[in-house]
C-alpha cells in the first residue's frame, strides 16, 4: 500500500528592514524546505541587507508595495503550496511544524500554533498564557502565531482584508465563517523587541485599546498610525 502524499506547505514571510530575524529564522527553515516545502519571502521595501539574506536562503524573494497584508497577499499568489503558512521575519516555528499542520488540516482548513515570547521574565509568560487562551476560546488568531490554511479556503474569503493593521484580526473572522481553528500547542517562539521598546504594560493597553477599537469599527489606517507611534 502507498503511503500518502503529504500537502506541500508554502511558507510565506513578510518583510521590512528584517535582516537580523532572516538570518536567524531562515536557516532554521532549512529542513522543512529539503522535506520538498517552500520558503518564500515578500520584501516591502527593506533599505538594509533582507533581500541579500533571503535570496540566498529562501526558494523566491518577491517585491511588493508595504504592508503586512498585501504582502503575505502576494506570497500566497506566488505559492505552489496546498498548504499555506504565514510566519513573521521575527518567529520561529517548532522544527516538526509540518508535521503537525498535516494532522490539524485532517480536522480544520486552517489554524494557528500556541506563541511563546522570547524573554525569560515573568510578565512575558502570564501575556502568552492570556494570548493563547483568549485565542483558542475566541477563535481569533493573531500573526504572531503563525497562521496556516488550506489554499482553497484563502481563495474562498479573498486572502487578507487590505488594511494596514489587524489583517490578522480580519482574516480570522472570515475564516471562522468556514471552520474553527485548529489551535496547536505546539509554541511558535516570537520576539519581544515592542514589549522591550516600549514598556510591557503600555504595550499591553495599547494593543488591547486597537483590538478594542477595531472590534467597534474604527479605521484601521488610523489605528495603524496610532500603532506606530507606540
Same mark, same amino acid.
Given at each position: 500500500?502507498?503511503?500518502?502524499?503529504?500537502?506541500?506547505?508554502?511558507?510565506?514571510?513578510?518583510?521590512?528592514?528584517?535582516?537580523?530575524?532572516?538570518?536567524?529564522? +531562515?536557516?532554521?527553515?532549512?529542513?522543512? #524546505?529539503?522535506?520538498?516545502?517552500?520558503?518564500?519571502?515578500?520584501?516591502?521595501?527593506?533599505?538594509?541587507?533582507?533581500?541579500?539574506?533571503?535570496?540566498? +536562503?529562501?526558494?523566491?524573494?518577491?517585491?511588493?508595495?508595504?504592508?503586512?497584508?498585501?504582502?503575505?497577499?502576494?506570497?500566497?499568489?506566488?505559492?505552489?503550496?496546498?498548504?499555506?503558512?504565514? +510566519?513573521?521575519?521575527?518567529?520561529?516555528?517548532?522544527?516538526?511544524?509540518?508535521?503537525?499542520?498535516? #494532522?490539524?488540516?485532517?480536522?480544520? %482548513?486552517?489554524?494557528?500554533?500556541?506563541?511563546?515570547?522570547?524573554?525569560?521574565?515573568?510578565?512575558?509568560?502570564?501575556?502568552?498564557?492570556?494570548?493563547?487562551?483568549?485565542?483558542?476560546?475566541?477563535?481569533?488568531?493573531?500573526?504572531?502565531?503563525?497562521?496556516?490554511?488550506?489554499?482553497?479556503?484563502?481563495?474562498?474569503?479573498?486572502?487578507?482584508?487590505?488594511?494596514?493593521?489587524?489583517?490578522?484580526?480580519?482574516?480570522?473572522?472570515?475564516?471562522?465563517?468556514?471552520?474553527?481553528?485548529? %489551535? +496547536?500547542?505546539?509554541?511558535?517562539?516570537?520576539?519581544?523587541? #515592542?514589549?522591550?521598546?516600549?514598556?510591557?504594560?503600555?504595550?499591553?493597553?495599547?494593543?488591547?485599546?486597537?483590538?478594542?477599537?477595531?472590534?467597534?469599527?474604527?479605521?484601521?489606517?488610523?489605528?495603524?498610525?496610532?500603532?506606530?507611534?507606540?
Amino acid at each position: 500500500m502507498m503511503a500518502a502524499v503529504q500537502p506541500r506547505l508554502s511558507i510565506i514571510i513578510p518583510a521590512v528592514d528584517e535582516a537580523e530575524g532572516l538570518a536567524t529564522i +531562515l536557516p532554521a527553515l532549512a529542513p522543512l #524546505r529539503r522535506a520538498g516545502h517552500e520558503v518564500i519571502v515578500v520584501d516591502g521595501g527593506s533599505r538594509d541587507s533582507s533581500r541579500d539574506q533571503a535570496r540566498t +536562503l529562501a526558494d523566491r524573494v518577491l517585491m511588493s508595495s508595504r504592508g503586512r497584508a498585501r504582502q503575505m497577499n502576494a506570497g500566497a499568489a506566488a505559492a505552489s503550496g496546498e498548504v499555506l503558512l504565514f +510566519l513573521h521575519a521575527d518567529s520561529l516555528i517548532p522544527g516538526d511544524a509540518d508535521a503537525a499542520i498535516v #494532522r490539524a488540516m485532517g480536522t480544520s %482548513c486552517w489554524g494557528r500554533f500556541d506563541v511563546r515570547l522570547r524573554d525569560r521574565g515573568w510578565p512575558f509568560r502570564i501575556i502568552e498564557r492570556f494570548m493563547n487562551a483568549r485565542s483558542r476560546l475566541t477563535g481569533i488568531a493573531t500573526g504572531d502565531q503563525a497562521i496556516f490554511v488550506h489554499r482553497a479556503a484563502f481563495e474562498r474569503v479573498g486572502g487578507y482584508p487590505d488594511i494596514p493593521l489587524m489583517e490578522d484580526v480580519a482574516i480570522s473572522r472570515l475564516l471562522k465563517t468556514i471552520g474553527r481553528p485548529a %489551535c +496547536l500547542r505546539q509554541k511558535v517562539v516570537t520576539s519581544t523587541r #515592542r514589549w522591550r521598546a516600549n514598556g510591557v504594560v503600555r504595550t499591553v493597553v495599547l494593543m488591547w485599546g486597537l483590538r478594542l477599537a477595531f472590534a467597534l469599527g474604527a479605521d484601521p489606517a488610523r489605528l495603524a498610525r496610532r500603532y506606530e507611534r507606540g
